[in-house]
């Protein structure tokens, strides 16, 4: 199975802010990388796929980048509703697998 | 608007069976590849279970921990999405969340729903 690393684990900013969340896969997996968000008690919700398509609806401060192995989701200028989980997972056929998570706090 | 509603979970003791159930509506359910997600703290989330169109002859697909437990299946004409577990322990104790997939990355998702599996 292709495994799905995300750094960091966990990262704090402030509002206005702009982060960098990476993700590395086992294995070449083209553009075939989707970004979900997940706010606390809630589902996750796509917000890239293809590595750098956004999601219907996901603000432009949102983008991706990278192929083959490397992948980043940047967020420019943070906002209060930007702080949660974020997941990165292949979707480069199955058994999809999804990376551990970064969790964006308010600095 | 897009809804996708899970139904069935609860509590089950190890070995036991569960059916969960998913309803979708505000979009075409029939063109949409559909898969089960689960999420536990100590895993996660974990991709379960993939079942493609009408067209692919409904093609399944399956995590290899719940490959030979776990069945998926859906009925187009009633919007609905299935997940059969059975012989269900410990490990299978999670959140499920039903997802529709148009760009083969899971674009919808449900509100999930709780499976524990104890004594």
């Known amino acids: 199975d292709i495994q799905m690393t995300q750094s960091p684990a966990s990262l704090s900013a402030s509002v206005g802010e702009t982060v960098t969340i990476t993700c590395r896969a086992s294995?070449?997996?083209?553009?075939?990388l989707a970004w979900y968000q997940q706010k606390q008690g809630k589902s996750p919700q796509l917000l890239v796929y293809?590595?750098?398509t956004l999601a219907e609806g996901v603000p432009s401060r949102f983008s991706g980048s990278g192929s083959g192995t490397q992948f980043s989701l940047k967020i420019n200028s943070l906002q209060p509703e930007d702080f949660g989980s974020y997941y990165c997972?292949?979707?480069?056929?199955?058994?999809?697998?999804f990376g551990g998570g970064t969790k964006l706090e308010i600095k | 608007e897009v809804k996708l509603e899970e139904s069935g979970g609860g509590l089950v003791q190890p070995g036991g069976s569960m059916k969960l159930s998913c309803v979708a509506s505000?979009?075409?359910?029939?063109?949409?590849?559909m898969s089960w997600v689960r999420q536990s703290p100590e895993k996660g989330l974990e991709w379960v279970a993939e079942?493609?169109?009408?067209?692919?002859?409904?093609?399944?697909h399956y995590a290899e921990s719940v490959k030979g437990k776990f069945t998926i299946s859906r009925d187009d004409s009633k919007s609905r999405l299935y997940l059969q577990m059975n012989s269900l322990r410990a490990e299978d104790t999670g959140i499920y969340y039903c997802?529709?997939?148009?760009?083969?990355?899971?674009?919808?998702w449900g509100q999930g729903t709780s499976v524990t599996v104890s004594s």
């Open positions: 997802t529709g997939m148009i760009t083969t990355a899971m674009d919808y």
């Open positions: 505000g979009f075409t359910f029939s063109s949409y590849w």
């Open positions: 079942i493609r169109l009408k067209s692919d002859n409904y093609a399944t």
């Open positions: 294995e070449n997996i083209y553009s075939y």
């Open positions: 293809n590595a750098k």
């Open positions: 997972q292949h979707h480069y056929g199955t058994p999809y697998t």
